[in-house]
């Protein structure tokens, strides 16, 4: 099955890294997050990967073709034999990666549907190019097979940002919970499409989340695989910096491989 990873957004909320390279090679621990997205997928073994180019998209271009020559030692041979020898293998030897541009301000339904021409199975997996889960594949795999719906979309339940009080009448606090767990559920990509999904969405304005979604919802051909583990999406600066710190104290949930 192949995973579509929607890489062409401006990442505006996180200037700070996005200004001048695309956010899913803003790295934490070294490597950009889209690798640390595609070493989930592989730890499942699912390692066909096509991604939605959008915004400075030839620099995402440029770190694949240059992947071998960066994760490699290597002996080059100048002149006219210009031939180049890699030393050792790097762990993604049997990646198959296809860069597809899928305009500069499209949307997210509309750069599912300019990939249509390279999906060749039923069924096909889309994700965001900036959340990182230790969400079990196999497991979300297993789920949509047996529903028989269009469509599944991976939920978890967030903390809050803030802590909540439970106030009374007279104005006094009966409880105050620190940053508790949200009882409502949110979608966080690592969805699962069948291939006539792409009958629901239209060209580079649809809206992947809004009517693609509701209509499916509505005819009853959109299931959630609810996530009871760790989920996190790299939005702002501050988690940037949060992701790289559970990264380098050896506390990074997603890292299953």
Known sequence: MQVVILAG???????????FRPKPLVDVGGHPIIWHIMKIY???GFQNFIVCLGYRGNMIKEYFLNYEAMNNDFTICLGRQNTIT?????????????????????????????????IDRENFMVTYGD????????????????????????????IS???????????????????????????VGYMIFNRRVFEYLGEDDCILEQEPMQRLAAEGQLMAYRHEGFFFAMDTYREYKYLNELWDEGKAPWKLW
Do not use: C
């Open 42 to 44: 592989a730890h499942f």
């Open 131 to 158: 959340g990182v889960a230790d969400v079990n594949i196999e497991a979300l795999v297993d789920f949509h097979k047996s529903h028989g719906k269009l469509a599944t979309v991976t939920t978890f339940r967030p």
């Open 161 to 187: 940002r803030f802590g909540i009080l439970d106030v009374d009448s007279d104005s006094r606090v009966v409880q105050f919970t620190e940053k508790p767990q949200i009882d409502g559920w949110i979608s």
């Open 86 to 118: 890699y030393h050792e293998e790097h762990l993604e030897q049997d990646f198959k990666v296809t860069l597809a541009e899928t305009g500069a301000e499209s949307m997210t339904g509309g750069r599912v549907k300019r990939i249509e021409k390279y």
């Open 9 to 19: 957004g401006l990442g505006t909320r996180l200037r700070e890294e996005t200004e």
